[in-house]
């Protein structure tokens, strides 16, 4: 490992920037468009080196108190533009909600057929009340106490359905079949003999069913399809309009061609198509000096991403200066030379959730890596603004899945059992998303030789996602290419045993803005959770004392990363503790 290290220290060696004293513009929206009021109201809105990095270590005293961040105060005089933290105070379920709606219960499953005895296959009588809720326009399907057996896929298809168990402890789905059986094989896109499975699907499935009949119709004719939000071959889309002028990260209003096709409420993607000389990923990297020599042409499998695609919601339109407010901050710049437009996207489930159950998987071995049967548990794709609140899985081979989610909120989630793939999940231009109060617990069973451990993971440009106060039992940081960027995992301990993915072909590990924030390190590796060394203008803030062992992530980039480091040894001392709850209290 000697040469591996001293790689790290090398290449990773980090600049701390002094950030700026920028304050707060006028005329940003600081309240959260709904769905019942599709829009928002607009309104105004010194330290010691440590190995690998420099920064700012002030976040403890003398006696081993809090005192408030030396990086949390440059934030707060620039939440929407600092280089090394992303703005990630709205991500989650509309724009990071505390509550779910309570929608009138419509429809009981014990009505159609569902017996709590698991004494008979309850799946289609649970999709035919899913159903039945969808054609009224809405509501909540119960699932009353019990252990229902299910040997198909559970699918919530229409908007503001919500699917209502007795509570993880009292209601129980057993599924006994998994996707391969149930749907069919699942081929890689790109080459090779990996199943699709181990990293797709779920046997339950939130996704529009337009879009869903779709993927699988491709799936099952072996036509291996993009998931994200432009369709199985991304040309479901037309433009709405391009950017008239150049826009920064973090502004919230821009100038468009022509704003007739656009309207208070709508949702829309921001398209950015990269350049010939590969400009659009730098920037995703932060600009660094490294970024200028890095090999972007054989990362055939990053560039398929690209265009990045980012979902977002008007909320002002001003027709005769030409400008529309958004409802959140730019994630990039919007530069000529990319293209920028804003199109229509697939049409998205929305308003949609999972409470109160436990899917129970039958016990299986884990399969090898990359040869998943699909066993899997909760999927959210083309997803926005829907929840999963209080769910266990188990003995799944993977466990959450976020597929071209976006401001979706994970609450009190659990993967328990014999051990999985991928055990959270955040792919395919997924954005704004929200995991908090997770368990990812220890595996009630041996590992069997030739498969894989990530974690949580985040990947495929993938951007402000956060993962709050969680415990991870084991497991890792999992960031697995795809150079995924802007991304928050706070307030989280973790026995590090996992290790991150990614092909090769699919790029960097990381792109700028990771945050690192009060982290509890239980077994002492460093391996992707102290990032000063390796991921461009990120922070890592109050991570246990950690050491180099058993590490496969070496830094993408030469020179220079202008990454900080601050408390390091200390996640006891830091203030504020939670990176997402404090830039909530900003809003």
């Given at each position: 490992?000697?040469?591996?290290?001293?790689?790290?220290?090398?290449?990773?060696?980090?600049?701390?920037?002094?950030?700026?004293?920028t304050?707060?513009?006028?005329?940003?929206?600081?309240?959260?468009?709904?769905?019942?009021?599709a829009?928002?109201?607009?309104g105004?809105?010194?330290?010691?080196?440590t190995?690998?990095?420099?920064?700012?270590?002030?976040?403890?005293?003398?006696?081993?108190?809090?005192?408030?961040?030396?990086?949390?105060r440059?934030?707060?005089a620039?939440?929407?533009t600092?280089?090394?933290?992303?703005?990630?105070?709205?991500?989650?379920?509309?724009?990071?909600?505390?509550?779910?709606?309570?929608?009138?219960?419509?429809?009981?499953?014990?009505?159609?057929?569902?017996?709590?005895?698991?004494?008979?296959?309850?799946?289609?009588?649970?999709?035919?009340?899913?159903?039945?809720?969808?054609?009224?326009?809405?509501?909540?399907?119960?699932?009353?106490?019990?252990?229902?057996?299910?040997?198909d896929?559970?699918?919530?298809?229409?908007?503001?359905?919500?699917?209502?168990?007795?509570?993880?402890?009292?209601?129980?789905?057993?599924a006994?079949?998994?996707?391969?059986?149930?749907?069919?094989?699942?081929?890689?896109?790109?080459?090779?003999?990996?199943?699709?499975?181990?990293?797709?699907?779920?046997?339950?499935?939130?996704?529009p069913?337009?879009r869903?009949r779709?993927?699988t119709?491709?799936i099952?004719?072996?036509a291996?399809?993009?998931?994200?939000?432009?369709?199985?071959?991304?040309?479901?889309?037309?433009?709405?309009?391009?950017?008239?002028?150049?826009?920064?990260?973090?502004?919230?209003?821009?100038?468009?061609?022509?704003?007739?096709?656009?309207?208070?409420?709508?949702r829309?993607?921001l398209?950015?198509?990269?350049?010939?000389?590969?400009?659009?990923?730098?920037?995703?990297?932060?600009?660094?000096?490294?970024?200028?020599?890095?090999?972007?042409?054989?990362?055939?499998?990053?560039?398929?991403?690209?265009?990045?695609?980012?979902?977002?919601?008007v909320?002002a339109v001003?027709?005769?200066?030409?400008r529309?407010?958004?409802?959140?901050?730019?994630?990039?710049?919007?530069?000529?030379?990319?293209?920028?437009?804003?199109?229509?996207?697939?049409?998205?489930?929305?308003?949609?959730?999972?409470?109160?159950?436990?899917?129970?998987v039958?016990?299986?071995?884990?399969?090898?890596?990359?040869?998943?049967?699909?066993?899997?548990?909760?999927?959210?794709?083309?997803?926005?603004?829907?929840?999963?609140?209080?769910?266990?899985?188990?003995?799944?081979d993977?466990?959450?899945?976020?597929?071209?989610?976006?401001?979706?909120?994970l609450?009190?989630?659990?993967?328990?059992?014999?051990?999985?793939?991928?055990?959270?999940?955040?792919?395919?231009?997924?954005?704004?998303?929200?995991?908090?109060?997770?368990?990812?617990?220890?595996?009630?069973?041996?590992?069997?030789?030739?498969?894989?451990?990530?974690?949580?993971?985040?990947?495929?440009?993938?951007?402000?996602?956060?993962?709050?106060?969680?415990?991870?039992?084991?497991?890792?940081?999992?960031?697995?290419?795809?150079?995924?960027?802007?991304?928050?995992?706070?307030?989280?301990?973790?026995?590090?045993?996992?290790?991150?993915?990614?092909?090769?072909?699919?790029?960097?590990?990381?792109?700028?803005?990771?945050?690192?924030?009060?982290?509890?390190?239980?077994?002492?590796?460093a391996?992707?959770?102290?990032?000063?060394?390796?991921?461009?203008?990120?922070?890592?803030?109050?991570?246990?004392e950690?050491r180099?062992?058993?590490?496969?992530?070496?830094?993408?980039?030469?020179?220079?990363?202008?990454?900080?480091?601050?408390?390091?040894?200390?996640?006891?001392?830091?203030?504020?503790?939670?990176?997402?709850?404090?830039?909530?209290?900003?809003r």
């Open positions: 490992m000697g040469t591996e290290i001293d790689r790290r220290r090398l290449l990773g060696g980090a600049l701390g920037l002094a950030a700026g004293a304050l707060l513009g006028a005329g940003v929206p600081l309240l959260t468009a709904t769905d019942a009021a829009a928002a109201a607009p105004t809105p010194g330290g010691a080196r190995p690998g990095g420099t920064g700012t270590s002030g976040g403890t005293g003398r006696s081993g108190e809090a005192r408030t961040s030396a990086l949390w440059e934030f707060r620039r939440p929407y600092h280089p090394q933290i992303p703005y990630v105070g709205r991500a989650g379920y509309l724009g990071g909600r505390t509550g779910f709606p309570r929608l009138p219960v419509v429809a009981d499953v014990r009505a159609f057929g569902a017996r709590p005895d698991g004494s008979a296959d309850a799946a289609p009588a649970i999709n035919r009340a899913i159903a039945a809720a969808g054609r009224r326009g809405g509501g909540t399907v119960l699932v009353p106490p019990g252990t229902y057996r299910v040997d896929v559970i699918r919530l298809g229409y908007d503001n359905v919500v699917l209502r168990g007795a509570g993880s402890g009292r209601t129980t789905l057993h006994t079949r998994n996707l391969t059986e149930l749907i069919g094989p699942y081929g890689s896109r790109y080459g090779g003999n990996k199943s699709s499975w181990s990293w797709a699907g779920g046997l339950i499935w939130i996704c069913d337009a869903w779709s993927l119709d491709a099952r004719s072996q291996w399809p993009f998931e994200g939000w432009t369709g199985n071959r991304r040309d479901e889309w037309h433009t709405l309009t391009d950017l008239a002028a150049p826009a920064r990260r973090g502004d919230w209003t821009v100038t468009v061609e022509d704003p007739s096709a656009l309207r208070r409420g709508d829309v993607l398209q950015l198509t990269d350049d010939g000389a590969h400009s659009l990923l730098a920037h995703m990297a932060g600009d660094v000096e490294g970024a200028a020599d890095y090999v972007w042409t054989d990362k055939t499998k990053l560039t398929s991403y690209v265009p990045y695609e980012w979902p977002c919601r909320v001003d027709r005769r200066r030409r529309v407010t958004l409802d959140r901050p730019l994630p990039l710049d919007a530069r000529p030379a990319w293209k920028p437009r804003f199109t229509t996207l697939v049409r998205p489930v929305t308003g949609s959730g999972v409470e109160g159950i436990t899917l129970d039958v016990e299986t071995p884990q399969s090898q890596h990359l040869l998943d049967k699909g066993y899997n548990g909760v999927a959210l794709q083309c997803a926005w603004d829907c929840w999963v609140d209080d769910v266990t899985v188990n003995n799944v993977n466990g959450f899945l976020l597929v071209a989610a976006k401001a979706c909120t609450r009190r989630t659990r993967v328990t059992g014999r051990g999985s793939h991928h055990p959270y999940c955040c792919r395919e231009g997924s954005h704004d998303n929200l995991v908090e109060d997770f368990v990812l617990a220890q595996r009630t069973v041996p590992a069997p030789a030739g498969t894989q451990l990530h974690g949580i993971n985040v990947e495929g440009l993938s951007s402000y996602n956060v993962w709050s106060r969680g415990r991870m039992e084991m497991g890792t940081f999992d960031t697995h290419r795809g150079m995924p960027f802007a991304n928050v995992r706070t307030e989280i301990t973790v026995d590090n045993t996992g290790s991150h993915g990614g092909d090769a072909s699919a790029g960097p590990l990381y792109g700028a803005r990771f945050a690192h924030w009060n982290v509890t390190v239980t077994n002492q590796r391996g992707c959770v102290r990032i000063d060394d390796i991921a461009p203008y990120s922070a890592t803030v109050g991570i246990s950690v180099q062992f058993g590490q496969i992530d070496v830094p993408d980039f030469t020179g220079p990363l202008h990454s900080r480091i601050e408390s390091y040894g200390h996640p006891e001392a830091v203030h504020p503790r939670n990176l997402y709850e404090a830039q909530q209290a900003l």
